[in-house]
């Protein structure tokens, strides 16, 4: 079992940058650095999209298309967190930012059907 909260949400301006941060509570006798993390946005009345993910120890990352090379994803084991730094952002950008984690085999993980835990989402708004 693991718990999931995000904070770091804010109202920002276009070219702007933010960093999200998610903190993980994970049951007795298991590990934060066994479990693959990511980071999905959702607007209202659309589907979950995926942002980014992280392998267990942080080895390998996996962007979304519409993030690679402005958002990055990072994780620090020692603290139980994983970060979202979103670097050039745009009003496209404003969303509710989920974290979410998964115990499973693949070392990332794009669909929001493979995470087991959820956090409860922070907001990101951005004004052009």
């Known amino acids: 079992q693991v718990q999931l909260v995000e904070s770091g949400g804010a109202s920002v301006q276009a070219g702007d940058s933010l960093t999200l941060s998610c903190i993980a509570s994970v049951a007795s006798g298991s590990s934060f650095n066994t479990y693959v993390m990511g980071w999905f946005r959702q607007v209202p009345g659309k589907e979950r999209d995926f942002v980014a993910s992280?392998?267990?120890?942080?080895?390998?990352?996996f962007y979304g298309d519409d993030v690679k090379g402005r958002f990055t994803i990072s994780r620090d084991d020692n603290k139980n967190t994983v970060y979202l730094r979103m670097d050039s952002l745009t009003p496209e950008d404003t969303a509710v930012y989920y974290c979410?984690?998964?115990?499973?085999?693949?070392?990332?993980?794009?669909?929001?059907?493979?995470?087991?835990?959820w956090g409860e989402g922070t907001q990101v708004t951005v004004s052009s």
């Open positions: 992280i392998s267990w120890r942080g080895g390998t990352t």
């Open positions: 979410a984690a998964d115990d499973g085999y693949y070392p990332v993980e794009v669909r929001p059907d493979e995470y087991d835990f």
